[in-house]
Nanobody
Framework: QVQLVESGGGSVQTGGSLRLSCSASGYTISGDWMAWFRQAPGKEREGVAAIWTEFGNTYYDDSVKGRFTISQDNAKNTVYLQMNSLKPEDTAMYYC?????????????????WGQGTQVIVSS
């Protein structure tokens, strides 16, 4: 049974940092796509960052480029999202996703496996 477990969310002030972790079990992250999505109340789930774990290629939404960094640790079977210079508009539930079906990493429908989410709140 595949499980993705996110951790690291919390409440910070504008300009602060958080590091989210996504630990996988029953699934090997290497050689696949993994991504971080977020969903704010009343909004659609949106992709913020993705990584092609075979070669470590990374991709970012323009809204987080230069502030967020996605990375992998194959030995720990874990993907991270380092979030710096946080803004109130980054407030959302953040989800880890894995196993892409060939579609765009930006689309939630592309991914087969999901974590339960971790809440990030950024106050001004």
């Amino acid at each position: 049974q595949v499980q993705l477990v996110e951790s690291g969310g919390g409440s910070v002030q504008t300009g602060g940092s958080l590091r989210l972790s996504c630990s996988a079990s029953g699934y090997t992250i290497s050689g696949d796509w993994m991504a971080w999505f977020r969903q704010a109340p009343g909004k659609e789930r949106e992709g913020v960052a993705a990584i092609w774990t075979e070669f470590g290629n990374t991709y970012y939404d323009d809204s987080v480029k230069g502030r967020f960094t996605i990375s992998q640790d194959n030995a720990k079977n874990t993907v991270y999202l380092q979030m710096n210079s946080l803004k109130p508009e980054d407030t959302a539930m953040y989800y880890c996703a894995a196993r892409a079906n060939g579609g765009s990493w930006r689309r939630a429908a592309t991914f087969q496996y999901w974590g339960q989410g971790t809440q990030v709140i950024v106050s001004s």
